[in-house]
């Protein structure tokens, strides 16, 4: 290798040792006076920089975002009405300040046809006040308002014009209303590959004048997970959830794969949450929304959540799950055993901590190991374990594995933490 490449390759070792080391201390890329390296050269600066640009072009994502998306649950039966007592149940209920802050309306919110400037208008019959005055609703409340489009010249309704061709019009459109999300989708396209389409939208928003979340909804088609941490703050990796096991289970295994891009500033994205619109069980609900905290997805809830039931509130409110989605370390937890229908789920956390998650995913009543050799830890290490669905530390320490009897459809999460 030429002396050029070596000292690129030195350059770019230096500048990973400078980010990981604060961060596996639980701080954020270059925080931490030890890890800091002051170097004069220009390559360095050029890294860092590229880094920056990739991840946090717009400075949102730093954990993976929570709220709620109308689709799952309403479909194209959204109105106004529906998306300002949403928000006003997220306050009433204290979602709000577990860290649910984004409401997100869906499809169907538009006129099929735009204005005489070519804008897009908001539909007369289900959102009369506009987009601009919910949006100030929504933020009254404290929180922040999602809208949607699509990277083709109709959205996947054909109910309303997607944003093809109009990129940048759309996007300060949206700046304009105040939006600070923004779900693209990927229907009736033209066949032009998504590579070309939605770098067109990213540099639409960063033109725009206001941070947008930028949701690349691509289906997993093209490996989005590949190239989307240069476009977006998260990714879709899976074809929609529905509301069953099987749906739910596969989501998360087409998602599993791509757990080493996932990071501050860009999520991979196997689709809504389903949890409280009746198609599982409790326990099936609980391994959802366990399997999406470990993973670092995104947790935007697709239920009603102004009729929830006692089980669904405290499912989607258990803050110690919550916390290890939105741990700041920001590492994908990965499958890291499966023996049939048992499986081991696990990642680190800031602190030198681990999240572990046994999970059955057969229907009879199994019994799941989980090696610290898998998990990470070296084989003598003693730990406390914490199970954050019961709200209790195990009167015993562990070393070596750390075994649980599950019932079908059912998991054990636990965080562990060294203690010599």
């Not at 997607?162 to 304009?176: I, N, P």
Request: glycine fraction near 10%; charged fraction near 20%.
């Amino acid at each position: 290798m030429a002396r050029g490449k070596w000292s690129d390759v030195l350059l770019l070792a230096v500048l990973f040792a400078c980010l990981w080391r604060p961060l596996a201390a639980g701080g954020a890329p270059g925080g931490g006076s030890k890890a800091r390296v002051h170097l004069r050269s220009s390559k360095y600066v050029h890294y860092q920089q590229e880094y920056r640009r990739n991840l946090l072009a717009n400075g949102l994502g730093l954990t993976p975002p929570m709220g709620w998306n109308s689709w799952n649950h309403f479909s194209c039966t959204v109105n106004e009405t529906i998306i300002r007592e949403t928000a006003d149940a997220l306050v009433s209920t204290g979602l709000s300040k577990l860290g649910y802050e984004y409401v997100n309306i869906d499809d169907c919110w538009a006129e099929i046809a735009r204005d005489y400037d070519g804008n897009l208008v908001a539909k007369s019959t289900t959102f009369p006040s506009g987009i601009k005055a919910l949006a100030d609703y929504v933020h009254s409340k404290g929180l922040k308002l999602g809208i949607y489009s699509d990277a083709g010249y109709f959205t996947c309704s054909k109910a309303m014009p997607g944003s093809l061709g109009r990129e940048e019009q759309d996007a300060k459109t949206f700046a304009a209303w105040g939006i600070d999300y923004l779900k693209y989708d990927n229907c009736n396209n033209g066949g032009t590959k998504p590579t070309v389409r939605y770098p067109v939208m990213t540099r639409a928003l960063m033109k725009a004048g206001r941070p947008i979340f930028f949701s690349i909804c691509e289906w997993g088609d093209l490996h989005p997970a590949l190239w989307g941490a240069k476009l977006g703050n998260s990714w879709r990796t899976t074809q929609d959830i529905s509301d069953t096991w099987d749906s739910m289970v596969s989501r998360a295994d087409l998602n599993e794969p791509y757990a080493e891009l996932a990071r501050p500033g860009g999520w991979n994205d196997p689709d809504m949450l389903e949890i409280g619109n009746g198609g599982m069980t409790t326990n099936e609900y609980v391994v959802h929304f366990s399997i999406w905290a470990i993973s670092k997805a995104p947790l935007l809830l697709g239920c009603d959540i102004r009729n929830m039931t006692k089980d669904t509130m405290e499912i989607i409110s258990n803050k110690e799950v919550i916390a290890v989605n939105q741990d700041p370390l920001g590492i994908q937890a990965k499958k890291v055993r499966n023996e049939g229908d048992q499986e081991v789920w696990a990642g680190p956390l800031t602190g030198y901590r681990h999240a572990v998650l046994l999970l059955n995913r057969g229907t009879y009543r199994y019994t799941v190991i989980a090696h610290w050799d898998d998990i990470g830890l070296p084989l003598n290490t003693v730990v406390e374990a914490r199970d954050i669905w019961e709200h209790k530390t195990l009167e015993k320490t562990f070393v070596q594995n750390i075994t649980a009897t599950i019932d079908g459809h059912s998991c054990k999460m636990y965080i562990l933490k060294p203690v010599s």
